[in-house]
T-cell receptor, first 116, second 115 residues
Framework: DAGVTQSPTHLIKTRGQQVTLRCSPKSGHDTVSWYQQALGQGPQFIFQYYEEEERQRGNFPDRFSGHQFPNYSSELNVNALLLGDSALYLC???????????????FGAGSRLTVL | AQTVTQSQPEMSVQEAETVTLSCTYDTSESDYYLFWYKQPPSRQMILVIRQEAYKQQNATENRFSVNFQKAAKSFSLKISDSQLGDAAMYFCAYTRAGANSKLTFGKGITLSVRP
């Protein structure tokens, strides 16, 4: 059973460019969340997608946008790249909790973005 | 806003010994969940252990156990019989119940294991 897969694993961009990162969730999962992990820091929540809509959003500017497709896969887009966007971008999938619990996330290995 | 604090940036342990990683958090919620995640050099976050705040019993998973002190808002991880494969970054994380997995992470701690 494949877990969460992300592509590309590494990429280099220059300031002002745009980037698209992709994520395929674990089989049976319907919710995708994206996190940004700067070097030496813990991951920070960017946003979450469920039923092809953004459901929750962290404290990130509108340059960060996303999409979820009918097969539950997701994309993260970042426009007008800044040096500070250099980070590991983690995708995590889960099955949406319809109760009052906390579903467990399965993480991918991330996409390492370097902005020059 | 919820915060998670891991004040020790690095720790080292001898193989087969026991080590405790510290974490404190701040929240006004009464019902929430706490997690410890491991991130090896492969970068993939792996869930180590999970604690539900309404449960007084501390969670255990094989060699991993937690000391959950709700009043003190403290959540430490104990690793017994440390193995070389335990070397990694460890992150403490919080989510309020019903938040559908929006996690707040600490800065992490790098654990090294000496053979």
């Amino acid at each position: 059973d494949a877990g969460v897969t992300q592509s590309p694993t590494h990429l280099i961009k220059t300031r002002g460019q745009q980037v698209t990162l992709r994520c395929s969730p674990k089989s049976g999962h319907d919710t995708v969340s994206w996190y940004q992990q700067a070097l030496g820091q813990g991951p920070q929540f960017i946003f979450q997608y469920y039923e092809e809509e953004e459901r929750q959003r962290g404290n990130f500017p509108d340059r960060f946008s996303g999409h979820q497709f009918p097969n539950y896969s997701s994309e993260l887009n970042v426009n007008a790249l800044l040096l500070g966007d250099s980070a590991l971008y983690l995708c995590a999938s889960s099955h949406r909790d319809r109760g009052y619990g906390a579903n467990v996330l399965t993480f991918g290995a991330g996409s390492r973005l370097t902005v020059l | 806003a919820q915060t998670v604090t891991q004040s020790q940036p690095e720790m080292s342990v001898q193989e087969a010994e026991t080590v405790t990683l510290s974490c404190t958090y701040d929240t006004s919620e009464s019902d929430y969940y706490l997690f410890w995640y491991k991130q090896p050099p492969s970068r993939q976050m792996i869930l180590v252990i999970r604690q539900e705040a309404y449960k007084q019993q501390n969670a255990t998973e094989n060699r991993f156990s937690v000391n959950f002190q709700k009043a003190a808002k403290s959540f430490s991880l104990k690793i017994s019989d440390s193995q070389l494969g335990d070397a990694a970054m460890y992150f403490c994380a919080y989510t309020r119940a019903g938040a559908n997995s929006k996690l707040t992470f600490g800065k992490g701690i790098t654990l090294s294991v000496r053979p």
